[in-house]
């Protein structure tokens, strides 16, 4: 038998037998476990508070506008706005402005326009506008197209470049002058930036090869960490002895509603708050190490099948509120998950490919090849948002667990293939 | 970035094959001239043939970071016929130098993988040398996809 | 911790078989076109050579530049005659060489 000794303010550990019995001692530590309940740092938040941007990324500031745990944008405008005159703009300019994507994407991401942007590897999200000068459109219909198009589609996915004061009125005058000159299909310099020729992209890589991906490093380098001891003199290990044993199925039935903590946990917050309670490792999220044992945790059930609790009543007022948060327009471009991912899905947003939400799950955390980086399921959220001109959500917000236990549930039967590689 | 359509040329020794560049920005078009001497250097001026030597790369890069690149001429390997260098350059790279290879016999095939950092759209150029001094060369154009979401 | 070098090779050979060979090696191959946060470009810090040898006679040789991309990835082949040991080294710009070995049975 071993006892260990008990650490001042850490969790301590009494092994008796096969049975594991941890008993909580010093501030901050919540480690009852009736049932063999992991124990769980409750108190204090798994990322740094207040949450910081992660360096590289738009620092603006968009908190004018809808995200995914608050309501400030403001409504759709009722009717279009009146246009009296002709309208006149610079085309030149217009043609620009079009292409620009620094201003919010631009309209190539969705739209063929002609000769814009060099026809460009330009998207086929929205209808193709190359003969739009012939198509006897109003001024006033182009104007408000562009300014707000809710007035005229409520359901648009189409930004209001307007109303959210992307574009000022001449700036709109000028892409209204452009597309005016619009009257013949696009001359593509090859069948690649035809977005009706491209071919959509096959994942091929080997993902699980060392010497193909990369993020298999940090399979690595979380084995070294499992065996790392804590000032406690405790590590994963202590407990955990056999890991390819003990969670050959854990991280398919992640995430998970937690009583305890009165939301849903995603396996990187497990992580954090499993850690802090038992060796007092501090591995908060979107830290290296808490990457690496996110990856590890999810390579060790590999091939499982991801099946979640759908059927407990919380479970399921969870994935309703996840599936309400995929539908809400956030950001000054005012775009939800659906937007993408369910009415845009599988077209092309300018180069990429828009995938269904099945399929967009089983191969988090990835390393993504673009950023040298592995990259777990909220970060992924958290650039979505970003990119759209949202704020984000620190990574252990409840909103994300809600929208992580959703998501998991549409990708009900994918088998795990931890770490992916991907853009 | 602009996409231009301008052509430059470049003849390398008395009856060669001209390498033809489809020249993009105005940067590009340094890069390009920089691509031309190393590949002058590479030669010394020797006659070129087009051919024997393949280049694998995608149509359209994910992005320009990781871009898998293979190379591969078509020689017997045998020790008094072997495949001893490629060159590699990227035409449109503020430095167009990618990778030197260097082969023997005991190399079994002239054929080399890697993965590359490309800045923008524009050629690969590959330039084999053999050991009976006879060198061959062959390009590809490999598009960088543009992002979706913008800046 | 560091991360190791990955080496992807068969064990095993018949006489005068001309074998694959794959390495990947951890590094961030600063290309020296970065700039950092205050705008000064980030100093150039590649692998600038790779060599791989069996039984102390070159088999590939890479002189690679800072397009390669981080991580540099090598795919190569040997053709091998008989049995003996593939040495790899891998030379930074400042002057450190990263070795690794693995040996191999041919029949």
Redesign the interface.
């Known amino acids: 038998m071993r006892r260990g000794t008990i650490p001042a303010g850490a969790a301590a550990a009494a092994l008796i037998g096969t049975a594991v019995i941890f008993l909580a001692a010093g501030p901050g530590a919540n480690a009852q476990s009736t049932k063999r309940e992991p124990p769980l740092e409750i108190k204090g938040d798994a990322s740094e508070r207040p949450w910081k941007r992660f360096?590289g990324w738009?620092a603006r500031d968009e908190s004018k506008y809808n995200t995914l745990g608050n309501l400030a944008s403001p409504p759709a405008p009722k009717q279009p706005r009146k246009i009296t005159k002709p309208i006149t703009g610079d085309a030149q300019k217009g043609a620009e402005l079009v292409a620009d994507?620094?201003?919010?994407?631009?309209c190539l991401?969705c739209h063929v326009m002609g000769p814009a942007g060099?026809a460009?590897?330009p998207?086929n999200v929205a209808p193709d506008l190359s003969e739009i000068g012939n198509a006897g459109r109003e001024d006033e219909w182009l104007f408000n197209y562009i300014y707000d198009a809710r007035v005229y589609n409520p359901e648009t996915v189409m930004p209001p470049w307007g109303s959210h004061e992307l574009f000022n009125d001449q700036e709109i005058n000028d892409m209204v002058a452009f597309l005016k000159t619009l009257k013949s299909k696009a001359v593509f310099?090859?069948e690649?930036d035809n977005p009706e020729k491209?071919p959509p992209?096959v994942e091929k890589r080997e993902n699980l090869d060392?010497?193909e991906n990369?993020g298999m490093?940090a399979v690595?380098?979380a084995q070294?960490l499992w065996r790392q001891k804590t000032s406690s003199g405790f590590s994963c290990n202590t407990c955990h002895s056999d890991p390819k044993a003990s969670f050959k199925a854990w991280a398919a039935s992640m995430p998970k509603w937690e009583p305890r903590l009165n939301k849903v946990l995603g396996v990187e917050e497990f992580v954090t708050r499993h850690a802090k309670a038992t060796t007092g490792a501090d591995w908060l999220m979107e830290t290296d190490e808490n990457r690496a044992m996110s990856v590890y945790l999810h390579f060790l059930a590999n091939d499982m099948p991801i099946h979640v609790d759908a059927t407990s009543p919380e479970a399921k007022a969870a994935i309703e509120r996840g599936k309400v948060l995929s539908q809400r327009k956030v950001g000054q471009l005012n775009m939800a998950c659906t937007d993408c991912h369910g009415k845009s899905a599988n077209h092309?947003?300018?180069?990429?490919w828009?995938g269904e939400p099945k399929g967009q799950y089983d191969h988090f955390p990835t390393w993504r090849?673009?950023?040298?980086a592995i990259w777990d399921i909220r970060q992924r959220f958290q650039w979505c948002q970003v990119?759209?001109r949202a704020d984000e959500l620190p990574p252990d917000a409840k909103e994300y667990g809600d929208l992580e236990l959703y998501l998991a549930s549409l990708n009900e039967g994918q088998k795990l293939s931890v770490p992916g590689i991907r853009? | 970035m602009?996409?231009l359509s301008r052509r430059t040329a470049l003849a390398l020794g008395a009856s060669s094959a001209a390498f033809t560049f489809i020249g993009l920005s105005e940067d590009a078009s340094a890069a390009a001239k920089e691509a031309a001497d190393m590949m002058a250097k590479f030669t010394g001026g020797k006659t070129v043939q087009q051919g024997k030597v393949s280049i694998e790369l995608p149509?359209?890069a994910?992005?320009g970071?990781?871009v898998p690149l293979s190379i591969s001429v078509d020689a017997p390997m045998t020790a008094d016929n072997y495949v001893s260098d490629i060159l590699v350059v990227a035409d449109g790279n503020p430095n167009p130098g990618v990778a030197t290879f260097q082969f023997s016999p005991l190399s079994g095939k002239a054929e080399a993988s890697t993965r590359i950092r490309l800045a923008a759209t524009q050629n690969i150029i590959a330039v084999a040398k053999t050991s009976k001094g006879e060198f061959f060369t062959s390009q590809k154009l490999v598009?960088v996809?543009?992002?979706?979401?913008?800046? | 911790?560091a991360?190791?070098p990955?080496l992807?090779l068969p064990t095993e050979a018949k006489k005068g078989e001309v074998i694959e060979i794959?390495?990947?090696l951890?590094h961030?191959m600063e290309s020296g076109q970065r700039k950092d946060?205050d705008g000064k470009p980030v100093p150039r810090k590649i692998i600038n050579k790779f060599i791989c040898e069996f039984n102390g006679k070159p088999v590939f040789t890479a002189n690679l530049e800072p397009a390669i991309a981080?991580?540099p990835?090598m795919q190569f082949h040997a053709k091998v005659e008989e049995s003996g040991t593939f040495k790899f080294s891998w030379t930074d710009d400042d002057g450190t060489v990263t070795t690794a070995e693995e040996k191999i049975t041919v029949t």
């Open positions: 360096a738009p994507r620094n201003r919010g994407g631009s991401a060099g460009n590897l998207g310099k090859t690649l491209r992209p060392p010497i990369p490093w690595d380098k070294e092309w947003i300018r180069g990429q828009l090849t673009s950023l040298l990119n759209i853009h | 602009r996409l149509e359209i994910e992005n970071n990781t598009k996809t543009i992002g979706g979401c913008g800046g | 911790m991360e190791k990955r992807k794959k390495t990947l951890p961030i946060k981080a991580n990835y």
